[in-house]
């Protein structure tokens, strides 16, 4: 069964930090990419980043550059998201998803093929 389970979300104050973690099982994770994916209500599920498991490449779009970075721990089958400079419009669940196209159209959620069930993150002023 496949299985990826987010957590490390919760309550920040604008300009903190917090480390989300996926553990994942039941699939290669070398074969796949990792995605994560900000989703607020009323709106579609917005990529923050991806690492391609295979050799460690990143993704990230503008908004999250330079504050949010991505890595993963192979041998553990997770992956983590540092997010620093916390900002209220960082505020929403966290998804994290596997593509079996290593990051390849990493922005687009229908690229991804399993997803996790979410945490939230709220950044309060």
């Known amino acids: 069964e496949v299985q990826l389970v987010e957590s490390g979300g919760g309550l920040v104050q604008v300009g ?33 980043s991806c690492i ?13 550059q330079g504050r949010f970075t991505i890595s993963s721990d192979n041998a553990k ?18 998804y994290c998803a596997a593509t079996r196209n290593h990051c390849v159209a990493w922005w687009n959620e229908y690229e991804y093929d399993y997803w996790g069930q979410g945490t939230q993150v709220t950044v309060s002023s």
């Open 77 to 94: 089958s997770t992956v983590y998201l540092l997010m620093y400079s916390l900002k209220p419009e960082d505020t929403g669940v966290y």
């Open 52 to 64: 391609s498991s295979s050799d460690g490449r990143t993704y990230y779009p503008h908004s999250s």
């Open 16 to 48: 903190g930090s917090l480390r989300l973690s996926c553990a994942t099982s039941g699939f290669i994770f070398d074969s796949y990419g990792i995605g994560w994916f900000r989703q607020v209500p009323g709106k579609g599920r917005e990529a923050v």
